[in-house]
Structures are given as C-alpha cells and as structure tokens.
C-alpha cells in the first residue's frame, strides 16, 4: 500500500518544466475523473481502481520496460473543467493516451481536443450514443452504451411484470440519452411509456418531479443520475409514499451505499450494474474479478465503491494492452493498436469493434449487464 501512495504523488514532487529526463523512464496514462463536485464519489472510485491497475502494471514489470505513471486531473463534475484538465494532460504533461471523463456530458466536451491533438482516451464509464456515433477517432469505450444497456435489460420485462413506467433522469446527454433509450425499448415491448421528468445533477429538492410522477401513475420508475442524487431520489419517494418499485440505469448506484445512506428507504430498489462484486466468482473472468475485489479489500477502500471502481482497474489495463501492442507510447501507435486489444476484464472480456462514420469509427466494447435488488437491507441478484 504505500508503494502506490508514493508512486501515485511522484509527479507532485517533480516540476513538470524540468522532467525531460525524468519522463522518458516513465510512461505517463492521463487520467481525467470527477474527484470533487455533484459525482465525486464515482470518480474517486474509478481512480482508485486505476491505481490498482497501476501499481499492478508496475509490480509486473510495467510496460515496454518502463513504469507506468497516472497523471490524475480533477475535472470538477464540470464540463468546462474536462477540456481544462484534459488540454492540461495533453499539452503541458505530454501524455499519450488518457483514461475518462465519467459523465457523457464531460466527455462529450473532452472529444474536440482528442481530435486537435490527436490522442486516444478509453472512456469507462460515458454511455451517451452520440461519443461512439459522431465520428471520433481516438475514442475507445469500454462501458456500455445507453442502449445496450436498454436492450440487455429488455429480456427481463417480461419477467418483472411492467406494465406502464416513468423516468426520472439527470438533466444532461447522460440522463436524457438513457431515458430515451429505455422509453423506445418499452414501448417496442408493448410497455406503456408515462411521464419524464428531468433534475439538475445539483438538485437535492426532487419533490415536484416525484409529485409530477405519483401523479401519472405506473408500476415502475426508472432513475438515471449519479449515486449521491439516488439517495436522495430513495429518500423522498419514501417520504411521498411513491408506491412504485425503482429501477436505477447506467451501473452507477453503489447499492451498498445506498443501503448506507438511505437506510430503508432502499428497500426493494434495483439497480442495473456492470460488475457485481458481491459474487466476483460468477464474473466471466472470475479470476480477475476475485483478485480485484481482495485487493480493494486489502487496501481498506469502500467495498460499496466496487460498482464503480472496477472501470478504472479495465480502463487502465486496456490501456496497457494498446501500449504493449503498439511497442511505443506514441498516441497514433497506441491508437491504432487499440482495435486489435484483447483484455480479460474484471467485467468481462474488452475488445472494440467499430462505430460511427467510415473512416472516423470509434471503438466499442460489448461489455456484460447485471441487475441486483436490495433486500432485507443486502444486496441479491435478480434472477
């Protein structure tokens, strides 16, 4: 543990102007996650993940024979501070590829200086269709797509008994596009669609939007905003007797932490993940999954922290596999080799196949879908 507490502050101690030297023996992964603001507590996850990858890598060897470095940006839970960060990683701190920015909105903001200057980011956790569709070249994504997720989860309406639903999303390309996508899903399957209603990322008074929604009635209510927000959406739909079961999108619920937080009133609430790390032996490489979770363990992070942090563990590890490939950490190399990566993810297998454009494609990986409840205050699959 305190190999990777001083090889995570290393770069606090050299000036960045007089590191020449220094750098070529080290080769520098960007990372750009929200550690302060509305989602802080994803991005915190997502990068302490990246640092085990890390200090895993490092352990090992590194890579090319050189250690592997986290260059680590807060971008704020803002878009505006994304593209700072991410021109700070690029131009002032060299890096030739980059892991983030979590929120669709902040990537989306990001992809413009990808572009300009010509260096790949894997993105972990953005699932807005328009990052892979909108002819980006240096994106590689390994998280799903909004509707990915709509259409994986579309096997078990049928099983859960919807009849007529509603949505409660974050007011941006992440919450909107999720909604849209989950909407078209139930209505190809015969569900009836109610209302939408939207909320600020910053919003903690939902009483209006969850009124607007008792109102239109329905059985099921689906929920698309970052953790902190759910348990505030858990808490006053308890508060507004909101008979209605919760369904939360998008891998981002944290379930342990909403038990913590909100207590009862996540009782009977689910929550579609990309990793589930109560049964880490279930996983498709179960014996990544398992020595992931013993490690986070072992380093006395927040185990409710898991649903997330496992992006920035894949996030890094496919970036060292494009690096490996492409025998250089150079930004074209590494973007070219990163078609051809085949990684055994804590969520599954990663490889990329092409969206968008011909000619401009993107990269998207087919990650696999969970769905858990919370149940006698824990945590139970949905079978």
């Known amino acids: 543990m305190k190999q990777w507490i001083k090889s995570a502050i290393v770069v606090a101690a050299v000036s960045v102007a007089g590191s020449g030297s220094w750098a070529a023996e080290t080769i520098k992964i960007g ?82 200086k990808l572009m300009e200057y010509g260096v790949p980011m894997v993105v972990e956790t953005s699932s807005s269709g328009k990052i892979t569709t909108s002819g980006n070249p240096w994106i590689f994504r390994i998280s799903p797509t909004s509707e990915m997720e709509a259409k994986a989860f579309g096997g078990k309406v049928g099983e859960l008994g919807i009849k007529k639903a509603n949505f409660l999303v974050v007011n941006n390309d992440w919450g909107r596009g999720a909604g849209d996508e989950f909407a078209k899903m139930l209505k190809d399957s015969g569900i009836e669609v109610g209302v939408t209603e939207t909320m600020d990322a910053k919003a903690t008074d939902l009483s209006a939007q969850l009124a607007s929604i008792k109102a239109a009635g329905g059985d099921t209510l689906f929920v698309t905003t970052g953790v902190e927000q759910i348990t505030l959406v858990l808490k006053q739909a308890k508060e507004q007797q909101l008979d209605t079961r919760i369904i939360t999108t998008g891998g981002s619920s944290s379930p342990d932490q909403l038990i913590e937080q909100a207590g009862g009133a996540a009782e009977g609430s689910q929550h579609i993940l990309f990793f589930s790390p109560w049964f880490p032996e279930t996983a498709p490489n179960a014996d990544v999954a398992v020595k992931f979770v013993d490690e986070w363990k072992n380093r006395g992070l927040n185990f409710a922290g898991l649903t997330e942090g496992f992006r920035g563990y894949d996030g890094i590890m496919t970036i060292k596999a494009g690096i490996e490939a492409a025998g250089t950490a150079e930004p074209k190399a590494i973007q070219q080799a990163l078609w051809g990566v085949k990684v055994k993810g804590v969520n599954g297998n990663i490889a990329f196949m092409k969206q968008g454009p011909e000619g401009k494609e993107s990269g998207q990986n087919v990650p696999n879908i969970y769905l858990v409840k919370i149940e006698g205050g824990k945590v139970q699959p949905v079978k």
Do not use: C, H
């Open 31 to 112: 990372v750009n996650e929200p550690l302060t603001g509305a989602v802080a507590a994803s991005g915190n996850y997502v990068t302490d993940g990246a640092r085990i990858a890390a200090d895993e890598i490092n352990a090992s060897g590194g890579v090319l024979g050189k250690q592997v470095e986290l260059i680590i940006e807060d971008n704020k839970s803002n878009p505006k501070e994304a593209v700072s960060a991410a021109e700070k990683l690029i131009v002032r701190d060299k890096v030739p590829v980059m892991m983030g920015a979590w929120s669709s909105t902040y990537t989306l903001a990001v992809m413009p």
